[in-house]
């Protein structure tokens, strides 16, 4: 069974450009998470999916990050701008449909370092 | 607000010996789980071991078992006949409901 996919694995930007992450999740699993994870911190959810509808994106800010799961699949982080604080490891995570344990399975991330 | 504590930053232990890390959280439900991941240098996060909150038995996972003290809000995690392979950053998780909550993590160094 192929993991959780993430894309790019490392990105450099300057402060105020913009920048979109990629996850494909374990086939069939029906939710999909988005963390970040600073540097010395425990992730921290950033937004959560069941198929293609948000359940939770109390901590997203929503003034500069947004994210979609079109047809319940893959999802798309954008961040638009960047601040320099954003830099972090966002990881992807998802769970198999029906789970009573709701354990999560984790993508490798994507290292964004802000300039 | 739900909240997980991992108090020590840093623990090293030699290698076969046992090593304790500690966890604790805060909370009002009664219904919930606790996990702990492990997160390899440059690798992804796995899940390492989990207790349901409704059981009172401890959870074991070959080297690895929690001591779930539920009044205590306590969730330790010990691991036997540490390995080279188990140095990483542990990180104590917290489930209720739709959300997780994560520790600030363990760096555990097992040395030679």
């Known amino acids: 069974e192929a993991g959780v996919a993430q894309s790019p694995r490392y990105k450099i930007i300057e402060k105020r450009q913009s920048v979109a992450f990629w996850c494909n999740p374990i086939?069939?699993?029906?939710?999909l998470y988005w963390y970040q994870q600073i540097l010395g911190q425990g992730p921290k959810l950033l937004i959560q999916f069941q198929n293609n509808g948000v359940v939770d994106d109390s901590q997203l800010p929503k003034d500069r990050f947004s994210a979609e799961r079109l047809k319940g699949v893959d999802s798309t982080l954008k961040i638009q701008p960047a601040k320099l604080e954003d830099s972090a490891v966002y990881l992807c995570a998802s769970t198999p449909r029906g789970s009573s344990y709701n354990e999560q399975f984790f993508g490798p991330g994507t290292r964004l370092t802000v300039l | 607000a739900q909240t997980v504590t991992q108090s020590q930053p840093e623990m090293s232990v030699q290698e076969a010996e046992t090593v304790t890390l500690s966890c604790t959280y805060d909370t009002s439900e009664s219904n919930y789980y606790l996990f702990w991941y492990k997160q390899p240098p440059s690798r992804q996060m796995i899940l390492v071991i989990r207790q349901e909150a409704y059981k009172q038995q401890n959870a074991t996972e070959n080297r690895f078992s929690v001591n779930f003290q539920k009044a205590a809000k306590s969730f330790s995690l010990k691991i036997s006949d540490s390995q080279l392979g188990d140095t990483a950053m542990y990180f104590c998780?917290?489930?209720?409901?739709?959300?997780?909550?994560f520790g600030t993590g363990t760096s555990l160094t097992v040395i030679p």
């Open positions: 086939s069939g699993h029906a939710t």
């Open positions: 998780a917290f489930l209720s409901g739709n959300q997780f909550y």
